[in-house]
T-cell receptor
Framework: KQEVTQIPAALSVPEGENLVLNCSFT??????LQWFRQDPGKGLTSLLL?????REQTSGRLNASLDKSSGRSTLYIAASQPGDSATYLC???????????FGAGTRLFVKA | NAGVTQTPKFRVLKTGQSMTLLCAQD?????MYWYRQDPGMGLRLIHY???????AKGEVPDGYNVSRLKKQNFLLGLESAAPSQTSVYFC???????????????FGAGSRLTVL
């Protein structure tokens, strides 16, 4: 059974700092891994999707990496801004099924 | 372009009452999903559908029923609501995922349900 863990559960950083969010999963047989952003009281917005054959994806100040063999992904946020404050969720779709399993998320607060 | 629309956004029920949450998508997606989100537990899959007329159980299906009579709509029903079903419910949709890694999930804004 696939399990997805995100560490830390919460993170507070000063504006301008580069930061890394971590995601680990127990079963390396995956189709893809997605990172989402969720603002309080809102739905989820997809940030990056990494296919199983890829090592990383980049969008603006965001870079996500994938290491299937170790069951890990990281989301790197460069030059953080107060507008980046949100909860970031990692989600893994395993092969052999239609289910996407989510981590509990990392709540990020960027201080101005 | 509305994307994924959920109704209602908020609802308060008494224990034992029934209700239906509606999810509608206008992107011609094959796959649709219902998740619930509880504090500290992430999103858990309740039921999903891989096409019109089909449904399947997810991780936490007990106490819920679903129907997909039209491709664009996915309904989540609670026949006899319980306080344990107090949660935020999210609907999502995606293209066909079989054999493809590039299927981005698109989410609705959520429906907050409170069962007293």
């Amino acid at each position: 059974k696939q399990e997805v863990t995100q560490i830390p559960a919460a993170l507070s950083v000063p504006e301008g700092e580069n930061l890394v969010l971590n995601c680990s999963f127990t079963d390396s047989a995956i189709y893809n891994l997605q990172w989402f952003r969720q603002d309080p009281g809102k739905g989820l917005t997809s940030l990056l999707l990494i296919q199983s054959s890829q090592r990383e994806q980049t969008s603006g100040r965001l870079n996500a990496s994938l290491d299937k063999s170790s069951g890990r992904s990281t989301l790197y946020i460069a030059a953080s801004q107060p507008g980046d404050s949100a909860t970031y969720l990692c989600a893994v779709r395993s092969t052999g099924g239609f289910k996407t399993i989510f981590g509990a998320g990392t709540r990020l607060f960027v201080k101005a | 372009n509305a994307g994924v629309t959920q109704t209602p956004k908020f609802r308060v029920l008494k224990t034992g009452q029934s209700m239906t949450l509606l999810c509608a998508q206008d992107m011609n997606h094959e796959y649709m999903y219902w998740y619930r989100q509880d504090p500290g537990m992430g999103l858990r899959l309740i039921h999903y559908s891989v096409g019109e007329g089909t449904t399947a159980k997810g991780e936490v299906p007990d106490g819920y029923n679903v129907s997909r009579l039209k491709k664009q709509n996915f309904l989540l029903g609670l026949e006899s609501a319980a306080p344990s079903q107090t949660s935020v419910y999210f609907c999502a949709s995606s293209y066909s995922t079989r054999g493809s890694g590039a299927n981005v999930l698109t989410f609705g804004a959520g429906s907050r349900l409170t069962v007293l």
